[in-house]
C-alpha cells in the first residue's frame, strides 16, 4: 500500500497488460474498413464498410456496382461480374469511385514468358520502375521453356494497371500480361 500511495496505478501495471487485446474478427473488419474508407462512396456515404470482391477483383476506374452482404456491408464488384449478375437485384446499390482516394488497392497480373535466367528479375524491376509494390509472388515453370508468374501488385486506378501491363509487355521475353479478375 505504501508503493500504492507514491506511484501512480498506471506505473505498478506494465502497459502490455493493461491494454485489452482485439478479437481476431474484430480486426478483420477494421482492416477492410481501413482498406476501403474514402475510396468506395455508397449512396454519398464515404464511410460504409466496404469491402472489395475477390472474384472480379474491382479497381479504380472499373464500373461498379455494390451488393448487400449479411454482416459484411457492401461487396463492390465489376458491373459486369457474373457472381453479381446472378445476384438478388434488389440488394444492389449504386456505388462509385472516390477520386480523392489515393490508396493503392491489389489486384493480380498474370505474366507468361520465356523460362530464361534474369527474366524475372527484369520484369520485377520494370514493375518496380512503375511504381508498384508487389506484395505476392507465384512463379512456376509450365513446361515448353515457359513460365507463369502471377503478381499481386498495388495499384493507384484502371490507367496505372494498363501502363503497368503495356509496360511489361515491352521486356523481351515476355509472351502476354493480363489482368485476373478471378
Known amino acids: 500500500q505504501v508503493v500504492a500511495a507514491v506511484l501512480p496505478a498506471d506505473k505498478l501495471i506494465p502497459p502490455e ?45 472499373d464500373s461498379i456496382v455494390g451488393f448487400i452482404t449479411r454482416g459484411r456491408g457492401i461487396t463492390v464488384h465489376i458491373t459486369d461480374c457474373s457472381k453479381v449478375l446472378a445476384s438478388d437485384a434488389e440488394r444492389r ?9 489515393k490508396d493503392a488497392i491489389t489486384t493480380k497480373v498474370r505474366v507468361v514468358c520465356v523460362d530464361k535466367p534474369g527474366l524475372l528479375a527484369e520484369i520485377s524491376k520494370t514493375i518496380s520502375m512503375q511504381g508498384v509494390n508487389i506484395s505476392q509472388a507465384t512463379c512456376r ?26 509496360s511489361i509487355e515491352k521486356v523481351k521475353g515476355v509472351i502476354s500480361v493480363e489482368r485476373i479478375r478471378a
Not at 474508407?37 to 479497381?59: A, F, H, S
Not at 446499390?93 to 482516394?101: F, L, M, S
Request: glycine share 10%.
Open 141 to 166: 515453370s509450365i513446361g515448353d521453356e515457359k513460365s507463369m508468374n502471377t503478381f499481386d501488385v498495388g495499384i493507384n486506378n484502371l490507367k496505372h494497371l494498363q501502363g503497368l501491363i503495356k
Open 93 to 101: 446499390v449504386p456505388v462509385t469511385w472516390n477520386i480523392k482516394g
Open 17 to 61: 497488460t493493461s491494454v485489452v487485446q482485439e478479437s481476431p474478427l474484430k480486426r478483420i473488419f477494421k482492416r477492410a474498413f481501413e482498406r476501403s474508407k474514402g475510396l468506395i462512396i455508397v449512396d454519398g456515404y464515404e464511410d460504409v464498410l466496404v469491402t472489395m470482391g475477390r472474384c472480379c477483383n474491382p479497381v479504380p476506374g
